[in-house]
């Protein structure tokens, strides 16, 4: 038994149909994972499958095995979302094919950190030339990509060639890959959903920005329905707790499984809003078969969740294959993202890739006309200031943002190093009042005071004989939360600048 606490991984593949995915993951873990009986029946994934597999000293893999056939593009997308890592499988016997490099390109477009290649099949190839063959032209594919220093390695599903060596590549990758971040507002894009019968609705996906423990409550979005965590399991074990990065299954009490499907999200309550307008940066594939319209209409594969968008440009007509631009997406049916969360863009008709992106601003205030020189600055200064940037914007902007939005905005570890710069320039304000932590711009602080003030003298010169005014009259005219409005009194106080009688 191991001497460290396991480290959750989740792995997902890619590749070409019938290139050997399924197999290979099976080979490797003991536990095929192909569910359906027509996958059995026809020896090919239509839908995602999941195995499990122990690495020592500590780490315990998640596969998420994905169709490669292009018929079902679309769950191979709900199934790729906060992996670690991918294995992309291309076939001895038939080398590079159409799907080998679109699913290479949407685990770029995702950004998918690291990963491995796998040569399946190789006792199908003719002979060691057509392996090196192969071999090269994959290492072709590959130049330019993430995936162009990654090992390269020959088995065999069938006869267990290349299948240790495989395992320890696997091992010494992820050992090296870092924890997810946490930054306490957890969420579960929904992948299955299913009654298990003695426990009731049960929801799988991969945990991301959070944790989770049973007993905790939970909201299912976008419809908002509570409910609670009945049981967790992580690779087919219970658990109590779950940290970010881990692939769980969830026992759900208080709701039935036919009110959630693939997309939602469980999520803590309160820690987000759906949308159905959001800011985004986009890049087009190279290999996109035509340029993207203003206004044309794209199906958005976001996490798990699949839903028709318009793409409204702006500041041009079109966006040509390799291009990049910001854009705002208007959606038919509310979605659950978050600042830098990536997505896939895809033709409805005929079929085929387009573009990925990532979210710049999940709530924008406004709907944009295409010549918004305003906007398309704003969001181009985002796109190159990421998360950072959408931070400052919005408090700029005279947003008061609580403890859980900046820990959602701002990414690890850098936090706390962004605020306490912050702070000491000057420009940011933290107010602490009522057991929260509020943050507040400099500029809009004192704007506040001042409006407080003009407030008070204009009530004074109306109604002179009176000793002063009703805190709840001002707080109203201002606008703010009683701990905010609470705190700007105390503070104002504190400068002599106003006299407040009564508790504050």
């Not at 005071?449 to 407030?455: E, H, S, T, V």
Request: proline share 8%.
């Amino acid at each position: 038994m191991s001497q460290h606490a396991p480290r959750y991984r989740v792995v997902c593949t890619a590749g070409h149909v019938d290139h050997g995915k399924s197999r290979l993951v099976a080979a490797l873990t003991g536990t095929h994972p192909d569910r359906l009986p027509e996958e059995r029946r026809r020896d090919m994934s239509i839908d995602l499958g999941f195995a499990y597999l122990s690495l020592p000293p500590d780490l315990e893999v998640a596969f998420v095995d994905v169709p490669g056939h292009r018929d079902f593009i679309e769950n191979m997308l709900a199934g790729v979302g906060g992996v670690h890592a991918a294995l992309l499988v291309v076939a001895a016997d038939e080398g590079v094919m159409p799907q080998t490099q679109e699913h290479l390109a949407i685990l770029e477009m995702l950004q998918i950190p690291q990963g491995l290649v796998a040569l399946t099949k190789i006792d199908l190839a003719p002979d060691a030339e057509w392996l090196e063959a192969v071999e090269e032209e994959v290492r072709d594919l590959l130049q330019g990509t993430f995936l162009q220093d990654a090992p390269l390695l020959r088995v065999s599903a069938q006869t267990g060639e290349g299948l240790p060596a495989l395992r320890g590549a696997l091992a010494r990758l992820l050992q090296n890959v870092p924890p997810s971040p946490n930054t306490g507002r957890p969420r579960l894009a929904v992948d299955r959903v299913f009654a298990r019968p003695g426990f009731g609705t049960v929801v799988t996906g991969t945990l991301i920005d959070g944790a989770l423990q049973v007993g905790d409550p939970v909201e299912v979005l976008p419809a908002g329905a509570a409910a609670r965590i009945r049981g967790m399991q992580a690779h087919g074990r219970p658990i109590q707790q779950a940290q970010p990065g881990m692939r769980l299954a969830l026992n759900l009490a208080g709701i039935p499984h036919h009110a959630l499907q693939r997309g939602d999200v469980v999520a803590a309550p309160g820690a987000y809003r759906p949308t159905t307008r959001i800011d985004v940066h986009l890049r087009m594939w190279d290999r996109a078969p035509a340029p993207l319209p203003h206004m044309a209409w794209v199906k958005l594969f976001v996490w798990s969740a699949e839903v028709m968008a318009r793409v409204r440009l702006l500041g041009r007509d079109t966006l040509a294959p390799g291009e990049e631009a910001v854009a705002q997406l208007e959606l038919t049916r509310p979605v659950v993202v978050a600042p830098g969360d990536r997505f896939i863009l895809r033709r409805p008709s005929p079929d085929a890739l387009l573009a990925g992106g990532r979210v710049l601003d999940p709530h924008p205030r406004f709907k944009y006309r295409k010549g918004d020189r305003k906007a398309r600055e704003r969001l181009q200064h985002l796109a190159r200031m990421g998360q950072v940037g959408l931070w400052r914007r919005r408090l700029e902007a005279g947003e008061v943002l609580g403890e859980a939005e900046v820990t959602a905005l701002l990414p690890m570890p850098e936090r706390e190093a962004i605020l306490a710069q912050a702070l000491q320039e000057g420009w940011l304000q933290r107010i602490d009042a009522g057991g929260r932590a509020f943050y507040v711009a400099s500029t809009y602080w004192e704007q506040w005071q001042q409006r407080a003030l003009a407030a008070l003298r204009a009530f004074h010169q109306e109604h002179p004989a009176r000793p002063g005014m009703p805190k709840a009259t001002l707080r109203t005219h201002l606008g703010l939360e009683k701990p905010l409005f609470d705190a700007l009194l105390q503070a104002m106080a504190a400068q002599g600048r106003v006299r407040v009688q009564g508790s504050v």
